[in-house]
């Protein structure tokens, strides 16, 4: 079992147009990106998060430092494994693990 993983992620809040709004956003960028979109590219022009502007990049992380969906989201992934949407607190994530 590994103590950290290093992810990126998007983020799309369901502040000021609802949950439902969020994750079809969500979802419509998950068929991006199984179509072949570029992550990077797609966190800089969509995610609601500081990190977009570094393609979503959050850098290294152990157990604990991230909101538990999150966290079992990401330690579960292979890398280069892209997650399908993740509820948080937050919004919506779809969270891949690159190292």
Same mark, same amino acid.
């Given at each position: 079992m590994t103590d950290q993983v290093r992810? +990126? *992620? #998007? &983020?799309?809040?369901a502040d000021g147009r609802g949950k439902d709004e969020a994750l079809? @956003?969500?979802?419509? &960028?998950?068929?991006? &990106? $199984?179509d072949g979109g570029d992550f990077a590219e797609l966190a800089r022009s969509n995610s609601e998060c /500081?990190?977009?502007?570094? !393609?979503? $990049?959050l850098g290294s992380f152990g157990?604990? +430092?991230? =909101? /538990?969906e999150f966290e079992t989201a990401a330690f579960g992934l292979e890398i280069g @494994? =892209?997650?399908? /949407?993740? @509820?948080? $607190?937050? !919004?919506? *994530? &779809? #969270?891949?693990?690159?190292?």
């Open positions: 992810a +990126a *992620h #998007i &983020l799309r809040s079809k @956003e969500i979802e419509a &960028l998950k068929t991006q &990106l $199984d /500081p990190s977009g502007a570094r !393609g979503g $990049d157990r604990g +430092a991230m =909101v /538990p @494994e =892209v997650s399908g /949407p993740i @509820e948080t $607190d937050f !919004g919506y *994530h &779809l #969270i891949q693990r690159t190292e």
